[in-house]
């Protein structure tokens, strides 16, 4: 079964830092694109940022410049790091990921419980 922890949610002042961090563990073959997502209330969930499995990042026009997205493939992690933050980015941070679980299965995508993140201004 394929599990995805996220960690590193918290309550910081506008202008701040914070680096989220996402754990997937157990039967894993094979990780594609990893991202994160996020969902204010009342709102939709958005994607914030992605990152091939070769390295290559994708965001949002609204965190571009201020959000970094990176990968550790040997430790199965994705991470999340949060600058210059706004009263506009709180919301749940979800963590996302491609995964095969066999070598014959087709990637999947699999969701953490979310973490949450709060800006006060």
């Known amino acids: 079964q394929v599990r995805l922890v996220e960690s590193g949610g918290d309550l910081v002042q506008a202008g701040g830092s914070l680096r989220l961090s996402c754990a997937a563990s157990?039967?894993?073959?094979?990780?594609?694109?990893m991202g994160w997502y996020r969902q204010a209330p009342g709102k939709q969930r958005e994607l914030v940022a992605t990152i091939t499995s070769g390295g290559k990042p994708n965001f949002a026009d609204s965190v571009k410049g201020r959000f970094s997205i990176s990968r550790d493939d040997a430790k199965k992690m994705v991470y999340l790091q949060m600058n210059s933050l706004k009263p506009e980015d709180t919301a749940v941070y979800y963590c996302?990921?491609?995964?095969?679980?066999?070598?014959?299965?087709?990637?999947?995508?699999?969701w953490g419980q979310g973490t949450q993140v709060t800006v006060s201004s």
């Open positions: 996302n990921a491609d995964i095969k679980v066999t070598y014959w299965s087709s990637y999947r995508a699999y």
């Open positions: 157990g039967s894993i073959f094979s990780i594609n694109a």
